[in-house]
């Protein structure tokens, strides 16, 4: 621990770098690779970022920018919940594109960036030591963002798919859920909180509407919060598309958890959104809460000026949303382009004989590489990701922090970087397994 | 409280509104006053937003945004300190402005607005039941951005001078200090953290270079932490212009603490800006800390995502800030307007007989109404505050809240509104005063 300066908290987060894989980025990041400047330099394939489409959307904004006179209420102080015309756009966007059916902007709250919109929310819902479950594998900051202020702590609920390696995670049952609630309660704690995220990060498991639908009835009779994070609700595989689509059981279709709380108006059941994977701009921090629980709002709004979005961005965003041809159109470019990439890294992992799980959506192959491990333990996990990262310059995300039980899986970002630099990646990967193989 | 679905902290925020001059502020909004239009509307006059600059940096941010091409790290992550080219952007925009001497980028922390770097540093410094000592009349909000996350404790320090009214609040001596320091420990508490603003909200007073070298010493070798918030530093009176001159005993300068940071270079000194009120763009949610101790901003940074600014709104403001010429001219000609519209309010209250305290920065005109209240307390305060709108239309904020033990003393926010709409408020004002007298 650093010095006694600290608070016990603030030493404690002095200690305890942002993510396992943050000083291996920087390493990355000093040493890019370029197909001709620097052949040989590093492809890190670890930060969720799409970056295929930015040229079109970096376009738009600076038309936006450069066309639209900055709006009177942008250098002020405007609602906590978010600027009332960016909530309208956000409102319409999400209704055209997610939901299906209106939504209103009263019931949005805007924070800075998905990170801070589960802070806020579990802040405003559950006390320090309430438990919140979440279906394995899933998204490592979880734990983070609802422990560092609000105290919660995470239970990964292992779903027996998942229990032997590679699985989607969208196999939990009802019975899963009644086994995790009668563990913490015998443990003196409180189930206070379901977090399901669809598409999943990192499988791409999407879930059912009959699942959410008997999941969000059995929340709400036991006064369990449920919380969909449709993060990477627009960031979808096109699963029929010829090179994969013999890969899928069947071809689910994304339904968005919107409809499911207007229809039950209830206060147990919310939903997460951010613009940063789906339009991928982690960087303008959008993230929102979307929920029938007024008083969850109204809390939520007076706690939120510390976590709020600079007003300029959502006023340039709103001029961007409120553009539905636009919207339209880059949405399904943006599908193509990810199901490209997709394709490309599914048939890559494929001729390597590396398996993986088969992804409906979000920006991630969730792949196995086990049969390397040398130790079967998360040092041995670990082990394997840095060997793997020296040897090729390639990182992935160790699949520690995932909360699943099994050791040797790994999360591969493929929309972060170039074509070549995916190609690139891909080569050396399939280099590094014949090695290992030949050994 | 509000129902059990939320946590107690989440109901207590839903049953606690912002501030407590929110709703009067929305009713006001709703009905503003217009020369032509709304002669009789109201007049807010209790949100600390200088709108006089904002047409000048409007144009040069809209040229910005229509010339400049969106640099490649904005769409993606980067540091959670805030982005490096924004970081040093500001330290040579501050370095050149308020330290007067070179500041290094690595040592600030960027959050959203002023407020969240109060709560973050809260977090890092305190543990929850720690107290931090205010200096009074102070800014009512510091209460909920140390305690609703940090869960630290206010203790207003009020000086002498203003036990009997009206003060600027720059008086507190070390004996003061010790005073304070010895009551909260025999309340079993820790006086963990010092909270200096100069200029001072509400008072516009100055703290002079030898009482901030004498406090920071006293600070260090007690292991206090002292934070200064120079959030107000360029937001300055000309105290030698002729039409005010007189009232003021010294004419003293504005020093930042920064040089006195880098001469002690230690754990427990540091220093709070934003961009909210010297540029009027609270809106834009920009604030940061500075310090040197290394620790602290680590753990700021390993706790800073959820507070983060827009990358957008980072670059536009690098940009803004690294135009030198610009910012020079800008920073002289918003004093100006800043002077010219607080010598039109000294004016209007010297006629009318209303005592106010010589103010040599902020926003604020800090002014005794006490004569009219009907109970010396603070119901009677909040009556007379509340009267004040409702016959007149000019929303003040009242005295309660900032921390000090008089009643019938409110903040008046000067640079808020136009020209025109500041001489109705103050018309209507001298309307009320003289009408209280005659009866």
């Known amino acids: ?51 295929l489409s930015w040229p079109e959307l970096k ?23 978010g600027a ?35 802070e806020m929310t579990a802040l405003v819902l559950a006390e320090a030591g309430d438990v919140a479950v979440i279906p394995a594998p899933c998204y490592p900051v979880y734990e983070r963002d ?50 399901l995220t669809t598409p999943n990060n990192p499988t791409g498991g999407i879930l059912g509407v009959d699942q959410l ?15 969909v994070n449709e993060i990477y609700g627009l960031s979808l595989i096109d699963t ?52 029938h629980n007024e008083d969850f709002l109204t809390g939520y709004a007076n706690l939120n000026l510390t976590h709020s979005v600079s007003n300029h961005t959502q006023w340039l965003l709103s001029h961007l949303l409120a553009d539905a041809d636009f919207m339209t159109g880059y949405v399904s470019r943006n599908k193509d382009r990810l199901t490209e990439a997709y394709v490309f890294v599914a048939g890559a992992l494929r001729s390597m004989g590396v398996s993986y799980v088969p992804s409906r959506g979000s ?21 394997l990701w840095r060997d793997l990262f020296d040897t090729t310059g390639v990182l992935l995300t160790p699949g520690v922090g995932f909360g699943h039980a099994c050791h040797g899986l790994f999360r591969v970002v493929y929309p972060c970087v170039s074509h070549e630099a995916l190609a690139e990646a891909m080569r050396r990967l399939a280099g590094f397994v014949r090695g290992r193989r030949a050994r």
Chains 1, 2 share one sequence.
């Open 84 to 118: 009332p015309a960016f909530r309208e756009a956000l409102a319409s966007f999400f209704s055209q594109h997610l939901a299906g059916e209106p939504m209103d902007p009263q019931r949005f709250v805007v924070s800075a960036g998905a990170t801070g919109v589960i």
């Open 213 to 227: 639908e008997a999941v969000a009835d059995w929340c709400v009779a036991r006064k369990i919060h449920l919380v």
């Open 1 to 51: 621990m650093p010095s006694s300066s600290l608070s016990d908290r603030g030493a404690r987060a002095a200690a305890t770098p942002l993510r396992i894989d943050y000083d291996a980025f920087r390493e990355a990041e000093a040493d890019l690779f370029h197909p001709t400047t620097n052949p040989s330099g590093k492809i890190p394939l670890n930060i969720a970022e799409n970056r």
């Open 363 to 383: 920006l991630f192959a969730w792949i196995n590489l086990s049969e390397f491990l040398e130790d079967d333990s998360e040092e041995g996990e670990l082990a």
């Open 146 to 195: 609802i422990a560092n202020v609000a105290g919660m702590e995470r239970y990964d609920l292992v779903t027996r798919s998942a229990e032997g390696g590679l699985a989607d995670a969208t196999d939990f049952t009802i019975p899963d859920l009644e086994a995790a609630r009668s563990e913490i309660e015998s443990a003196g704690k409180r189930f206070r909180m379901l977090i």
């Open 59 to 81: 376009s738009r904004i600076e038309a936006i920018a450069a066309g639209e006179e900055i709006a009177d209420w942008v250098p002020g102080y405007t609602s906590t919940r």
């Open 240 to 291: 029929r598309h010829p090179a994969i689509a013999s890969e899928y059981v069947e071809h689910r279709v994304f339904t968005s958890f919107a409809g499911m709380i207007a229809d039950r108006d209830c206060d147990y059941l919310h939903l997460w959104y951010a613009l940063s994977k789906d339009l991928g701009i982690s960087g303008f921090r959008v993230g929102m809460a979307y929920s």
